[in-house]
């Protein structure tokens, strides 16, 4: 959050002094505040600014972008910093049928190394279950058949 970079900053600082002592990796979410837009210039700026104070995650857990061109802006600063850093990409709770583009953008690069969707998988199923529209047997494997179609995205690039 751009307005309390400086708390936010000092208590990764201090997140990342617990993890080297317990010589743990390191994870940094990067959150992008609603009305700000997200781009690759403004994720990588973001990241310079935690890599400018000595904070060296071992991954990062972002949004993927929808452009390739945006991707390689935001993976130029990875590249200045640290070219062996590993990216995580979240779902937003976007459709499954988004993450073809943003794997594809995503894996254009060395950096990325997995996915982290939550949200697109299970909320549609959960919503359903909660309103009494399916059994918690319906919603397993609803669940299961979605993350089994996002594997396959990944996998089939």
Known sequence: NPEDKD???????????????????????????EGFTE?????????????ETG?????????ALDTKKEW?????????YDPDVGLIILGKNAPIEQFKT???????TPHTCGFAIGRSIFWEPW????EGLK????VSSMIAERYQ?????WQNL
């Open 7 to 33: 708390a936010q900053l000092t208590q990764l600082r201090k997140l990342n002094e617990v993890c080297n002592a317990l010589k743990r990796k390191l994870m940094v979410e990067l959150i992008i505040p």
């Open 149 to 153: 179609q996002v594997i396959d995205i």
């Open 39 to 51: 781009t690759g210039k403004s994720l990588g700026e973001t990241m310079a600014e935690v890599y």
């Open 72 to 80: 390689l802006t935001m993976t130029a600063i990875l590249d200045q």
């Open 102 to 108: 943003w794997f594809r953008v995503a894996r254009s």
């Open 55 to 63: 904070i060296y995650p071992f991954w990062w857990k972002i949004t």
């Open 127 to 130: 919503e359903q279950f909660a």
């Open 135 to 138: 059994t918690d047997s319906e």
